[in-house]
């Protein structure tokens, strides 16, 4: 694409960098702050740049904080006893949604993938052991909310054994087939796994 | 949603914003860019904010320039005996990549609208006929290359008559069955159009 000033080119490029924005889409987004007021374009770079430059962790679970310690951690309504295993941020984002879970988080930063380089080591796993240790009131269970894959289940396996000495309560969140999915479509392996891991009707 | 930090709240709000971008990917995008290097955020911001402050349309076109007068307009081996007229400064990019069109252009910066309030007024359509009037080597053809919608036909029998006096050749881009388009499929109104507008295989 050809276009007519190295400012609109700039921009275009900058903006095409982020996930899922193509050259197309990043010209259209650029024309719209063109046809808007400068004040949008300077409230949007604004934002950004002080969103990156001021962003904080909680010391506590590695979620996003404007505070030492996030609003979940010192949530007077939470039950310090459970924490919530999780890759990242978004996921505590989509639990939270749901408003079906009341405990803690610890967000890992990641998924234990050898593909990828990323080892035990890069991951907070260190600072879940401690969090566990020196956890007043006791943490009494951990669930883990990795993703579905082998390098969520080798995570969760290497947590598991990690954690042992706690002799702690630990699961995973369930999987089996999505609430209003056809089991006809549903893959083999999602189905078996339904199957040999059915929920009684006493609820056990 | 919720978000646990004000910075990302504001950042967000702000990216969703632009057209197309909900809640959702802008949340996306935000995480994207707390992964990255800050330097990223850094580009991407001043990019925009540069863009926004800097840029400068042609004197003569209204397309967007670096200099005073663009690049078309001053290109030698352009024709400067047609001028195409276009809403707006996207149809130019859009016209320059089937590198079928050599001429000028000239951006009126919208389409005559009673409905969104837009008459000629609003539009350039002073700066057209005054470039038409002064032009040298004259203007010999223009065409119209709008929308083929009320508002888009109504804006060229409009600017048809206020050229009259200077004897111009006027055309419109043609209205027809898209190459690659099934006829069955074809809407009635584009194929009606199609079958009137037909082109003789002499090439007349």
């Given at each position: 694409?050809?276009f007519?000033?190295k400012?609109i080119e700039e921009a275009v490029t900058e903006i095409s960098r982020?996930?899922?924005?193509?050259k197309?889409?990043a010209l259209?987004?650029v024309?719209?702050?063109?046809?808007?007021?400068?004040?949008?374009?300077?409230?949007?770079?604004?934002?950004?740049?002080?969103?990156?430059?001021?962003?904080?962790?909680?010391?506590?679970?590695?979620?996003?904080?404007?505070?030492?310690?996030?609003?979940?951690?010192?949530?007077?309504?939470?039950?310090?006893?459970?924490?919530?295993?999780?890759?990242?941020?978004?996921?505590?984002?989509?639990?939270?949604?749901?408003?079906?879970?009341?405990?803690?988080?610890?967000?890992?930063?990641?998924?234990?993938?050898?593909?990828?380089?990323?080892?035990?080591?890069?991951?907070?796993?260190?600072?879940?052991?401690?969090?566990?240790?020196?956890?007043?009131?006791?943490?009494?269970?951990?669930?883990?909310?990795?993703?579905?894959?082998?390098?969520?289940?080798?995570?969760?396996?290497?947590?598991?054994?990690?954690?042992?000495?706690?002799?702690?309560?630990?699961?995973?969140?369930?999987?089996?087939?999505?609430?209003?999915?056809?089991?006809?479509?549903?893959?083999?392996?999602?189905?078996?796994?339904?199957?040999?891991?059915?929920?009684?009707?006493?609820?056990?």
């Open positions: 694409m050809q007519a000033s400012l982020l996930p899922g924005i193509g197309k889409t259209r987004l024309l719209f702050l063109l046809k808007e007021e400068k004040a949008i374009t300077q409230a949007l770079s604004h934002a950004l740049q002080n969103m990156r430059e001021n962003i904080r962790y909680c010391d506590v679970c590695h979620n996003i904080s404007d505070t030492p310690i996030c609003t979940i951690c010192t949530g007077h309504r939470r039950d310090q006893s459970i924490i919530c295993v999780v890759e990242d941020i978004p996921d505590i984002l989509a639990i939270e949604n749901t408003a079906q879970y009341n405990g803690l988080y610890h967000v890992l930063g990641g998924i234990i993938s050898p593909m990828e380089g990323m080892g035990p080591g890069e991951l907070n796993i260190e600072s879940l052991v401690n969090r566990i240790a020196t956890a007043n009131p006791a943490v009494q269970e951990i669930i883990f909310a990795l993703s579905p894959t082998m390098e969520g289940d080798t995570t969760a396996f290497y947590l598991t054994k990690k954690l042992k000495a706690f002799a702690l309560k630990t699961s995973t969140i369930a999987r089996g087939i999505p609430i209003g999915g056809e089991l006809e479509y549903t893959d083999e392996i999602t189905l078996g796994r339904s199957i040999l891991s059915r929920i009684a009707y006493d609820g056990k």
